[in-house]
C-alpha cells in the first residue's frame, strides 16, 4: 500500500511530463521502492526550454491546476489565453499607476494655483471635479487588477 501512494504522488508531481515519461518514471520508483530507496533521480531536461513548457505556464496562469486535466490534455491550447490575460493584468496595473501619479500631479497643480495662476478662470469645484475623476478611474483599475490577480492566484 505504501508503494501505490508513492507511485500516486510522483504521477501527481510529474504531471507536467508527456505520459510516457510518467510510466518511465514510475517503472523508476517502483524499482527505486524495490531496493529500499525512498527517493528517485529526477528526470532532468538540459540546454533549451521547449515552447510548450511556457505555453503550459501561461495556460495555468489563467486557471486553476488540476493534474487531472493534465494528463488528459497534454497539449498547448490555452496558450494565447494565458499570455491575454497576463498581459492584460499588466495593463490594468499601469493604468492605476499612470491615475495615482496623475492624481498627485493634479493635487500638487492645485496646491500651486493661488501662485501660478494657471487656470485663472476656474474654482475649487472644478479642481475638485478633476481630481476626482483621476481617484476614481485609480479606484477602478486597482479593483480590477486585483479581482484578476485573485483569479489568477
Given at each position: 500500500?505504501?508503494?501505490?501512494?508513492?507511485?500516486?504522488a510522483?504521477?501527481?508531481?510529474?504531471?507536467?511530463y508527456?505520459?510516457?515519461?510518467?510510466?518511465?518514471?514510475?517503472?523508476?520508483?517502483?524499482?527505486?521502492?524495490?531496493?529500499?530507496?525512498?527517493?528517485?533521480?529526477?528526470?532532468?531536461e538540459?540546454?533549451?526550454?521547449?515552447?510548450?513548457?511556457?505555453?503550459?505556464?501561461?495556460?495555468?496562469?489563467?486557471?486553476?491546476f488540476?493534474y487531472?486535466?493534465?494528463l488528459?490534455?497534454a497539449n498547448?491550447?490555452?496558450?494565447?489565453f494565458?499570455?491575454?490575460?497576463?498581459?492584460?493584468?499588466?495593463?490594468?496595473?499601469v493604468?492605476?499607476?499612470?491615475f495615482?501619479?496623475?492624481?498627485?500631479?493634479w493635487?500638487?497643480?492645485?496646491s500651486e494655483?493661488?501662485?501660478?495662476?494657471?487656470?485663472?478662470e476656474?474654482?475649487?469645484?472644478?479642481?475638485?471635479?478633476v481630481?476626482?475623476?483621476?481617484?476614481?478611474c485609480l479606484?477602478?483599475?486597482?479593483?480590477?487588477?486585483?479581482?484578476?490577480?485573485?483569479?489568477l492566484?
Amino acid at each position: 500500500k505504501h508503494l501505490q501512494i508513492q507511485k500516486t504522488a510522483s504521477l501527481r508531481r510529474n504531471c507536467s511530463y508527456a505520459p510516457s515519461k510518467l510510466l518511465k518514471d514510475a517503472k523508476l520508483a517502483e524499482e527505486a521502492a524495490k531496493k529500499g530507496k525512498l527517493t528517485t533521480i529526477e528526470h532532468r531536461e538540459k540546454e533549451k526550454v521547449p515552447l510548450s513548457v511556457y505555453g503550459k505556464y501561461f495556460s495555468n496562469a489563467a486557471r486553476k491546476f488540476d493534474y487531472r486535466d493534465e494528463l488528459k490534455h497534454a497539449n498547448n491550447n490555452g496558450i494565447g489565453f494565458g499570455i491575454f490575460v497576463i498581459v492584460f493584468e499588466g495593463i490594468l496595473l499601469v493604468l492605476a499607476q499612470a491615475f495615482d501619479t496623475t492624481s498627485d500631479i493634479w493635487l500638487s497643480f492645485w496646491s500651486e494655483e493661488s501662485q501660478k495662476n494657471r487656470f485663472p478662470e476656474q474654482d475649487d469645484q472644478w479642481w475638485l471635479m478633476v481630481w476626482s475623476i483621476f481617484v476614481v478611474c485609480l479606484g477602478i483599475f486597482a479593483f480590477c487588477s486585483s479581482a484578476l490577480f485573485g483569479y489568477l492566484s
